[in-house]
């Protein structure tokens, strides 16, 4: 990835994040990685290679098994390890289970745009006494993960096969909004670029600790508000403790 592309760290920079930064990731962001490719990941891939970006997708059993969503996605699409689709992808998606957040490669992220799509989800991951406490959120978890990269939470409250289906263009009454969440403002809007791109209205709610407002069980899970009924359900939103 160009230096150009990276959001760098306020000790390389010395001060204020550059406000150029969202600008310079989308004019020459052309490849995104993926760890992790289950339902969300695969989704998101078709989405970005009929946008005209080239994708990296890795999982955790290994690039061979990934060789017929590669055959699908077409020329664009290529296969790797985490690593590597963390190394190439100028922007990288992290869609994995909570489980595998401590096999998330660490220095190929630095200075990067991450995506996470992810929710917690007891069953699936065990109880986690943070999480349950409500003291820190998913993405925040991740964030402690990558210290030098930008996380922002995104696509975590659609359902996978709507994310093909339920998109449309710029300016469409009743356009399906998605939120953005991210301690750094620029990389929130690089994010909400690409929603926008992909077909959804973006509607930015702030750092990663707001994330809990769209996670599991509040208004605005998997629910097709548009923009003004999105923003109203997050802010409608209630911590577990007080349902």
């Known amino acids: 990835m160009p230096s150009s592309c990276t959001l760098r760290s306020r000790s390389e920079l010395g001060g204020p994040w550059n406000s150029s930064a969202s600008a310079a990731l989308s004019c020459c962001m052309t490849t995104i990685g993926f760890i992790g490719s ?43 390890t985490r690593d590597e689709a963390a190394a190439k992808g100028d922007l990288v998606v992290v869609t994995v289970p909570l489980a595998a957040i401590s ?19 007891p069953q699936r991951d065990g109880q986690i006494s943070e999480l349950d406490a409500e003291t ?18 995104a696509f975590n409250h659609i359902a996978a096969a709507d994310l093909t289906t339920a998109g449309s263009p ?44 769209i ?10 508000f548009d923009a003004i009924g999105l923003e109203l359900a997050v802010a409608d939103a209630k911590r577990y403790a007080d349902m």
């Open 38 to 80: 289950g339902n969300i990941g695969s989704q998101l891939a078709r989405l970005a290679v009929a946008h005209g970006y080239d994708v990296v997708m890795s999982n955790s059993r290994g690039p061979e098994t990934l060789s017929d969503l590669v055959a699908e996605l077409g020329e664009r699409a290529t296969a790797g």
């Open 103 to 121: 096999t998330i490669p660490v220095e190929p992220l630095v200075g990067k745009v991450v995506v996470d799509t992810n929710n917690y989800y």
């Open 136 to 153: 820190t959120t998913v993405s925040e978890i991740l964030q402690d993960r990558l210290p030098e990269s930008h996380v922002v939470k």
């Open 170 to 213: 710029s300016g469409t009454a009743g356009r399906r909004a998605l939120i953005v969440a991210g301690n750094d403002p620029e990389a929130r809007k690089a994010v909400g670029d690409l929603i926008d791109e992909f077909g959804f209205e973006p509607v930015d709610i702030g750092v990663l600790s707001e994330g809990w407002r």
């Open 215 to 224: 996670q599991r069980d509040t208004p605005g899970y998997v629910a097709p």
